[in-house]
């Protein structure tokens, strides 16, 4: 009898039979579903996504591949994903219909025939039936495909083993529809993805560890648990010792935090965790985490943010509490060209430079992840199986949100019905932490978040114990220039030692710095920018608190990254006009720990050199602060006589969804709808099959349940626009760079990709454009990755293309 390969191992050409990979990619995508009860629908692509690998034609295309390279055969030239679907939909698409069937072999066949691309279109805005297309192939044009099903049913399932499996995973969609009220659509798109991510994650595991001559290894995730929360408790413990421990700020920091431990002994669910500005936030949220995951048994915590300096914060206190650099994974960006590797990413013969960065294990399998709201976000909605493949790792987790108020308006309501999903399907337990809570359950597609779930009792009365500044509004009739600015700055300092300024633009901190640079004043002056990688900018804020240590005399100018997640405490705020969180987290980098007696000042100032006609969030932002500022000087009493009050915040949020209505659901521009309509209309509503109707006529629209446009939304899809991370040459991303061209093995590769977070900044298209022109920019790894010349990176600005451009700064 002829034995079927799925693989020949790179090193030794040793081969994996097609009959033990389905086995294995069944096994762990079952376990990826089972803790949220969708274990035969996982299993059941698991097991079909590579029948078609039992052809002849497979066969003697995999053995000229591996064993003869000179015959030049092409690759994925033979179609082996179309005949898992097939098969499904052959199988549940009868003459009589059953909607739970017709909808099972869609949302599995789907992830099936996408296994080496991304998920197809049932229904495409050109119009077409993608979907359709590739799982009615005719047998002509899948030779071998009865006979492969024959093998399959003789190696691997029975066809009574198979309609039994089947059946069972029909009943788990029954479940699941009945589960998870609301649009039934919307939940089968975000179900399909999390079907793909099984699907994906177990079959490149599989191949990984078939590669690397490994097994699957397994954590006892509870004793890990135990072990750091025992040494947060001793961190907390020596906190409350010596005559600080007393001071009405650290018993209050220790009360939330015993709040946020009597509170994770809750179901899991979404919760609100309101912490003031420099009220402990990360240990107490951290301190919940631990708690609830030991007692409802979760398998991560993860932590998001909008601004990879609050990761590298983040990491930092973490870290010094568990001392186990192993079990936590920092996630700041993808470095690999995702959309090279998306387009076609086959898996058949001598692994590819580009296959083996895909099979690196980037998917997210930590016990304590520290990520960016941009892979958040692009794990759910972005094009590319690299972003996907972390998905269902975020299920059964504990989700802690840091800064959620900084969710970009294009995805609020994908956003919400991402949560919306992982707490009600995933059994996740989401934590939003913020001072400045954004009203999220107040729009049109809102977040299922129910009443009184604010861990923190008495909130007015421990923000009022918190404030600690004093809000000087010189906006309000009054412009500033930069010139204007500098001299105010120096006055400030004739009785401060140090102030912070927070601008909109990055063109206009530089210029800020450099003003002030040439008055050859006895100052400290540091910039501050996304243009920085993380140990970029980590490395300046070490030398701003040694000078704030030392009462050094000092100016720090930044773009918006330092409002959240770094703990350092100025003595003078000046912060431009901007949304009024994000003039509250300003504030919060002011007399952070009241070290300085008395309130400080925070001035908002009004600068008219800022371009923000392409920043449409901060120029509306700033636009509705400047209401509410002329509405407090009027009526002081409606917001508590305070500008950052809990009903000043409420108001302003309200009122910045509510402008921004129209652009929630990922608004796509030229009456072609919006993102959230691809995906989430009904067949009824959707505009793709309007159009196909319209060309092609009533009687040939096909039988599908399902009309969404999942490949077009994902290349639609962006959290910030036209960006591409870059590996940089400063400090240690020179020896990454130098050991790309060495790297050989898959885990190489993922340690070193890992390494070469900190040393990436993400650059917009018209930047990569000028780098190129300049002979700056040097692909690596067959361009998969990219790096500067030194000469494009300095010591003062990080990227530096001489200041020209005006970016969007709302880098995360």
């Avoid at 029948?51 to 003697?60: A, E, N, P, V």
């Avoid at 000043?648 to 919006?674: H, P, R």
């Avoid at 319209?694 to 096909?702: L, V």
Wanted: glycine share 4%; aromatic share 10%; with cysteine.
């Amino acid at each position: 009898m002829c034995e079927y390969f799925a693989h020949y191992r790179e090193a030794d050409h040793k081969p994996q039979s097609v009959k033990e990979h389905l086995i294995a990619v069944k096994n762990l995508a079952e376990s990826f579903g089972e803790p949220v009860g969708v274990k035969h629908i996982t299993g059941l692509a698991g097991v079909l996504h590579d029948i078609g690998k039992y052809t002849d034609r497979f066969q003697d295309y995999l053995y000229q591949a591996v064993f003869k390279p000179e015959s030049n055969v092409r690759r994925g030239d033979v179609d082996h994903s179309s005949a898992g679907g097939k098969l499904l939909y052959d199988l549940l698409h009868k003459e009589k219909p059953d909607k739970f069937r017709y909808i099972l072999s869609e949302v599995v066949g789907n992830a099936i025939i996408s296994h080496h691309s991304y998920l197809h279109d049932f229904f495409s805005p050109k119009p077409d039936i993608p979907f359709y297309v590739r799982v009615t192939k005719s047998e002509e044009k899948l030779p071998g495909y009865s006979n492969a099903i024959d093998i399959f049913y003789r190696e691997v399932f029975s066809k009574e083993m198979l309609a039994s499996y089947i059946d069972q995973a029909v009943e788990e969609l029954i479940l699941f529809l009945k589960n998870n009220p609301g649009n039934p659509y919307e939940k089968l798109t975000l179900l399909i993805r999390f079907v793909f991510s099984s699907l994906i994650d177990a079959d490149r595991t599989d191949t990984r560890l078939f590669e690397e001559h490994q097994t699957p290894q397994t954590e006892n995730i509870s004793c890990l648990f135990r072990n750091y929360y025992d040494r947060l408790m001793n961190r907390l413990a020596s906190f409350n010792s010596g005559s600080k421990s007393l001071s009405k700020i650290n018993q209050l920091r220790k009360e939330m935090s015993l709040q946020c431990e009597r509170y994770a002994r809750n179901p899991s669910g979404i919760y609100t965790l309101s912490i003031p500005t420099g009220g402990g936030k990360t240990l107490a949220s951290f301190r919940y985490a631990l708690v609830h995951a030991l007692k409802f048994k979760k398998k991560q915590i993860i932590y998001v943010v909008p601004f990879t300096t609050i990761i590298e914060q983040n990491a930092k206190v973490i870290r010094s509490i568990v001392k186990d650099d192993i079990h936590i994974l920092e996630h700041h960006s993808n470095v690999v060209d995702n959309q090279e590797c998306a387009e076609k990413d086959e898996d058949e013969g001598v692994l590819t430079v580009k296959e083996r960065l895909r099979l690196a294990k980037d998917n997210w399998d930590c016990p304590i992840i520290l990520t960016t709201m941009v892979q958040f976000l692009n794990t759910f909605y972005k094009y590319g199986s690299r972003n996907i493949r972390r998905l269902h790792h975020l299920s059964n987790s504990i989700i802690v949100f840091d800064e959620v108020q900084k969710v970009p308006i294009q995805c609020v309501s994908l956003f919400n019905e991402a949560l919306n999903f992982l707490a009600r399907f995933g059994k996740a337990s989401i934590l939003l932490c913020t001072a400045t809570q954004p009203a999220l359950n107040y729009v049109r597609h809102s977040l299922a978040i129910k009443k009184d779930t604010e861990i923190i009792h008495h909130l007015d009365c421990t923000a009022a114990a918190f404030k600690r500044v004093e809000i000087v509004d010189r906006s309000y009739r009054e412009l500033f220039n930069t010139e204007k600015l500098s001299n105010f700055i120096f006055e400030q300092l004739k009785t401060v030692n140090n102030v912070l300024v927070v601008l909109n633009t990055k063109s206009v901190v530089r210029q800020l710095y450099q003003a002030i640079k040439v008055c050859d004043v006895p100052i400290n002056i540091f910039h501050l920018s996304t243009s920085m990688c993380a140990k970029h900018r980590e490395a300046i804020l070490e030398k701003v608190k040694h000078c704030l240590k030392t009462e050094q005399k000092m100016v720090c100018i930044s773009t918006q990254l330092i409002e959240a997640g770094v703990d350092v405490s100025f003595e003078c705020v000046i912060r431009s006009l901007a949304g009024l969180d994000s003039i509250a987290q300003a504030a919060g980098r002011c007399n952070r720990n009241g070290e300085y007696s008395g309130y400080r000042k925070v001035f908002i100032i009004d600068h008219e050199e800022e371009k923000l006609q392409n920043l449409i969030e901060i120029d509306r932002g700033k636009s509705i602060t400047k209401k509410i500022l002329k509405d407090f000087h009027d009526h002081p009493s409606q917001y508590n006589n305070d500008l950052l009050s809990k009903p000043a915040m409420d108001w302003y949020f309200k009122n910045y969804y509510s402008e921004l209505e129209g652009k929630l659901d990922f608004d796509l521009g030229q009456s072609q709808g919006t993102l959230v309509s691809l995906l989430n209309a009904s067949r009824k509503n959707s505009d793709c099959v309007k159009s196909f109707k319209r060309k092609y006529g009533k009687e040939n629209i096909p039988p599908l349940f399902l009309p969404s446009s999942l490949r077009t939304a994902a290349k639609e899809f962006y959290v910030i626009r036209d960006t591409t991370s870059i590996l940089v040459p400063y400090g240690y991303g020179k020896e990454i760079i130098a050991d790309l061209g060495s790297s050989q093995t898959i885990d190489d590769l993922g340690q070193l990709l890992k390494k070469a977070q900190q040393y990436s900044v993400n650059i917009y298209e018209q930047e990569k454009k000028r780098l190129e022109q300049e002979n700056l920019l040097i692909p690596y790894l067959d361009g998969l990755i990219l790096t500067i010349n030194e000469a494009a990176y300095s010591d003062e600005f990080g990227l530096d293309l001489g200041g020209k451009g005006e970016l969007n700064d709302y880098v995360f």
